[in-house]
């Protein structure tokens, strides 16, 4: 009994002891993180926007778009470019329309191009390179200033106008599926008061074109509709050459005159395949026929123009 209250009265004595060393060895929890309020204000050191100025330029008849940071301006043909210009729709191909009227009338530098012009318009718009245009004007109310050729308005390509001296020049290739492809050379020579510029390009297109039509038509004498197919498939390919040379003389800072010479060359071939079947009352072919027909077109433009502009004050 003695020894049990011994045991007891030492246990007692040690406990605070030991409570006190598992204390001091324990590490120190690290104290609580203040959870932040749903109202606490998040600080912002500074935001910085930057924009081109010179994308686009609003006028009184008329809205100007850049298109000289434009990647597909860069590789690609005229049609591209518009692509990305509002209110510009280009199909598959190449005819233009502005706001849905495809009544458009195509200038560059403000002047008619017998290239726009024509059933070879949409072609040439695929083309012709668009790394020599700067920026494109969209006119949907001209002024009296332009004839009233197109209903829908004008669109008018600013060419680039090389200031710096010497040799530049870009080649560019594009390789798409089906056997697509162009490529051209564009090169600007300027040396004092002459500037020399031209280009050349080739543009290799395949279209495929599947068309099907399911017709019923009355007969009088059963009174049931007769069923009948059309089916039609055309493939087309070929390419385009174009070739330009301009040349550009300033007289002085006022007056300069200009020269150029384009030629374009058109040749594809179309191939056609037409298939027809007409069913009497008892479901039989009552009428069919198969056609085939191949085309071949070829078409060539040649344009030569010149021009003198003097830069009147103000």
């Given at each position: 009994?003695?020894?049990?209250?011994?045991?007891?009265?030492?246990?007692?004595v040690l406990s605070p002891a030991l409570v006190q060393a598992q204390t001091?060895?324990?590490?120190?929890?690290?104290?609580a993180s203040k959870a932040p309020g749903k109202d606490a204000p998040t600080a912002v050191e500074g935001v910085t926007i930057t924009s081109d100025s010179t994308a686009m330029r609003?006028?009184?008849?008329?809205?100007?778009?850049?298109?000289?940071?434009?990647?597909?301006?860069?590789?690609?043909?005229?049609?591209d470019a518009l692509r990305n210009i509002p209110s510009v729709e280009v199909d598959v191909q190449g005819n233009v329309s502005l706001r849905g009227d495809a009544n458009v009338t195509i200038m560059i530098d403000g002047k008619p191009s017998g290239m726009f012009s024509g059933d070879g318009k949409a072609d040439a718009?695929?083309?012709?390179?668009?790394d020599q245009i700067d920026r494109v004007e969209v006119m949907t109310n001209p002024s009296a200033a332009y004839r009233p050729d197109g209903s829908a308005g004008i669109i008018n390509l600013i060419t680039k106008?090389?200031?710096?001296?010497?040799?530049?020049?870009?080649?560019?290739?594009n390789v798409g599926p089906n056997g697509r492809y162009n490529g051209g050379v564009t090169a600007t020579r300027r040396e004092g008061k002459l500037t020399l510029s031209g280009d050349a390009g080739y543009r290799y297109d395949t279209q495929v074109g599947v068309q099907e039509i399911d017709r019923a038509t009355l007969d009088k004498t059963s009174g049931q509709f007769l069923p009948s197919r059309f089916d039609a498939t055309q493939?087309?390919?070929?390419?385009?050459?174009t070739l330009r040379g301009g040349a550009d003389y300033d007289l002085d800072k006022q007056n300069r005159i200009s020269g150029e010479v384009r030629l374009r060359r058109w040749d594809f071939d179309s191939d056609l395949f037409e298939s027809y079947a007409g069913r009497d009352a008892l479901g039989g072919v009552s009428r069919a026929y198969t056609r085939t027909s191949d085309a071949d077109i070829t078409r060539e433009n040649k344009s030569v123009s010149a021009d003198w502009r003097r830069q009147m004050k103000g």
């Open positions: 009994m003695h020894l049990k209250y011994a045991l007891l009265a030492a246990a007692a001091a060895s324990a590490p120190a929890a690290p104290p609003t006028s009184i008849d008329r809205r100007s778009y850049s298109v000289a940071n434009d990647l597909s301006a860069k590789t690609g043909s005229i049609a718009l695929q083309s012709l390179p668009a106008k090389t200031q710096k001296p010497g040799v530049n020049g870009t080649v560019r290739l493939n087309n390919e070929g390419g385009a050459l």
